[in-house]
């Protein structure tokens, strides 16, 4: 069965389906990210561990508990652009995401244009940007709706953690380098990502991403021995009940191991450290719908678990 590693009640536990066991019942006091940084030696262990029958025989339910973010990342790396359906959703859908050249262009020829374009894309490096860690919560915390973004929206993700540190590797050797997945949602202000006071020089990932609150993460890391095939999961995000997300990781262009090889030639990537790799169509943007007060998202990922964030009004 497949298990995974979270935190509950401010400590270690290991998971499997709907049951926890805290780590301390087999004696290990260290949380998530000191395991994360003794990979090789914890993960064979922790295994073993998670086959332990009598252990999750009169284990606790996980649905109930207290459980709380894995722990807080020391670096947060987003893919953008890394879906071609939720790009070409969002140039289509809200006018916050297009710009002056997309305005000039008649429905049917933004669309062509969007469409070619992540087609030469998909050839091109990914294109990659900078998440504060403040930014996460628990996959159970409040997502707080900031005054000053007229509209939230959702980003369900595949989230890849690393395991060790990571320089200048090659796309083949970028899957040694990986500990895991996890569920992460990156939550965006569209009307933040792109300035109209004439200043811009780019999109602003600082003001469209980096509010407090905006990153979901959890509820678990699963090992990625444990993750079949990473290209194969279901992505699938509803709010108030309604399913808006529901897309395949088969649908990414720039691959996991491509992604861990180009961040690599860069900076270095520590244990601990998390990549999401790219939201698939389905955000609110294409919709012309966005995140109010009272709002309760629910995302899922296959074998991953589930997140169910409220979101409230700052005060």
């Known amino acids: 069965m497949t298990w995974g590693l979270a935190t509950v ?49 009169d284990a606790g339910d996980f649905a109930s508990a207290k459980v709380e973010m894995p722990y807080r990342p020391g670096q947060v790396f987003c893919t953008g652009a890394n879906y071609k359906k939720h790009v070409v959703g969002l140039i289509m859908g809200d006018g916050s995401m297009r710009t002056a050249e997309h305005e000039q262009q008649s429905e049917e020829d933004r669309r062509t244009k969007a469409e070619a374009m992540m087609d030469e894309r998909a050839s091109l490096p990914p ?9 996460a919560i628990g996959p159970r915390d409040t997502v707080v709706l900031p005054s000053n973004v007229s509209k939230p929206d959702w980003e369900l993700e595949l ?20 500990a895991g997945f996890a569920i992460v949602n990156d939550v965006t202000a569209r009307d933040h990502v792109f300035r109209r006071d004439g200043s811009a020089i780019g999109a602003d990932w600082l003001a469209g991403k980096c509010f407090p609150t905006f990153l979901p993460f959890g509820p678990m890391i699963v090992p990625k021995e444990q993750v079949a095939d990473p290209y194969d999961l279901n992505i699938r995000l509803s709010v108030n009940g309604k399913v808006y997300q529901d897309e395949s990781t088969s649908d990414m262009m720039a691959s996991i191991e ?25 955000n609110g943007a294409a919709f012309g719908v966005f995140l109010q007060d009272g709002d309760v998202m629910e995302g899922t990922i296959t074998g991953l678990g589930t997140q169910r964030n409220v979101c409230a009004a700052e005060a």
Request: hydrophobic share 45%; charged share 20%.
């Open 159 to 178: 989230g890849v953690v690393i395991s060790k540190r990571t320089h200048r590797v090659s796309p083949e050797e970028a899957m040694d380098h990986v």
């Open 258 to 282: 491509r992604q861990v090889a180009f961040l690599s030639q860069i900076t270095v990537l520590q244990p601990g450290d998390v990549i999401c790799t790219g939201s698939p169509y389905g």
């Open 127 to 135: 294109f990659c940007f900078i998440k504060l860690p403040s930014c």
């Open 9 to 57: 009640d401010g400590a270690g536990a290991l998971v499997r389906g709907e049951r926890y066991v805290p780590l301390a019942h087999w004696g290990e006091t260290r949380g998530v990210l000191a395991l994360l940084e003794d990979w090789a030696a914890a993960a064979p262990q922790l295994a073993r561990w998670a086959a332990d029958e009598a252990a999750f025989a």
